[in-house]
Structures are given as structure tokens and as C-alpha cells.
């Protein structure tokens, strides 16, 4: 998706393009479980919940009270469907519809890369949650720090000026740490980046041009994706194509007592 910039995306190619990106982030999720002890947790919030696949996730693994909420309309009935049990609703990570101190955790991933004001989102997550809970911000790509080879397969600066004229920051998984600083917030710092075995690389190569090719706009666009494919097919089965894209992840406790707490006016990072 983040490769084109005029693209009409119905029901059917979010969940494509979602499910997708909830499959890439299996083995990195079930790590910040851990860290965050999901299973005991009673409240918590999915922020930009999609269509619900990591909603659905969590209430699963906690057994507890889940909420989700996104700004995108036409994805909160698919979220319903695949998360029946939870508290799905309409609504902003800018301006949340909660009471202070209410969930155990607030969670997004592929998110704040998307807000206009990550820091207003970040102190809506604090402000939600309660003392001794958690702030996770589980995916937040750097495509300024993706690796392609061959050399000549490195696609990330037509990404990244598609992502900005998309409205999203490319670069802000390296700005994460800051957000968190910004919030009043000392969180623990990750990078995950999971190397593709050439299988992996086959599979989801197919799926992504197969959606490009989907939600691409005219015929010269489509004779791009098709030439860019057949180089993919061709350095695949020589065995030399190596794609590495770093995902930034951050979690961050609220403290019990917050009255001596310098916090940033900054308005944006």
C-alpha cells in the first residue's frame, strides 16, 4: 500500500493489506506480551485497531475487557466481525473518549507514524491509563533505515515520498524514544528486524504486487510494477535478494505519582 499514492481502498483490500501487516508482526508481539504480562491485564485499548486482528489477539490472551477504536469508518464493521466481544467504536487517538486512569494497557502498532500530533496521541494514551499501567507503541517503521539488495532494488526513497504525500512520517520510528521523553516518560527501547528466509520473501513479494497491481492507477504505473516484479522473481531465484525493514517499539509504565513530573509543551515531534 505505502508504494502508491492514488489508490481506492475498499473493505476486501484492507483486510488483504492488514492482515498481512498482522502476520509480520507475530513473533515481535508475543514478546511485548511478555514484557507488558498481557495475560493478567484487564483493560485495555487498541488504538487505530484496524480490523481488529490484534484486538481480537488481546482479548483472547488476557481474558479480559478490550476496546478498540479507529478513525477510519468503514473498518469499525469488519473490526466488529472479527473481534465480536469487544468494545469497538469510532473515535481518535488525538482525543480519546475515556475517563482518566482507565485501562491497565494502551497499545497501537503501525500508528503514530499516521497522527498529525504523535504527542497529543501519546499524552491521550497517559492520561487513559492507569498508574502502574502501560503505554506500548508496538510498530513504528524507520523506511529511512531499509536495506534492499541488490542495490538496485532499494525502493525507499519512492516509498518514503509516497508515505509523505500520504500525510504519514517515514522516519519516525527513529523518533519514538523522543515521543516518549516528550510524555514525561522513560520507556525500555527496541528494534525488531526479522531477515525473510527466500520462501517468506516469495510469498509475501507475490502478495505485495499482487495488491499493487490491485491499487495501481493507469497502465504505465502497472508496466512498473510488472518490470519491478520480474526483477524480484529473477534475484529471488538466484538467491541474492535480502530486504531488512527496522520496526521501533517502546513501552512505558505511568508512574504512580505524576505531580513531580516535568512534562514537555512540545505540540509535535
Known sequence: MDLFKEKVMTGELWEMHLSRQFNWTKKLRSQLYEKFDLKNKKKILDIGCGIGLITREMAELSGGEVYGIDVNKELIPIAIKNCPGGNIQLASGEELPFEDNFFDVTFCHFVLMWVKNPYKMMSEMKRVTRPGGYMVAAAEPDYGAKIDYPDEYNAAMSTVRALQFEGADPFFGRKLKSLFAQTGL???????????????????????WKFADLTAKGNIQKGWIKSVQLKDKEALEKGYRVTLLPLFWGIAQKPHNTDNMSESTTTAV
Request: glycine letters at 4%.
Open 186 to 208: 522513560k520507556p525500555e527501547m527496541g528494534v525488531f528486524a526479522d531477515l525473510w528466509d527466500d520462501e517468506t520473501m516469495k510469498r509475501e513479494f507475490e502478495h505485495v
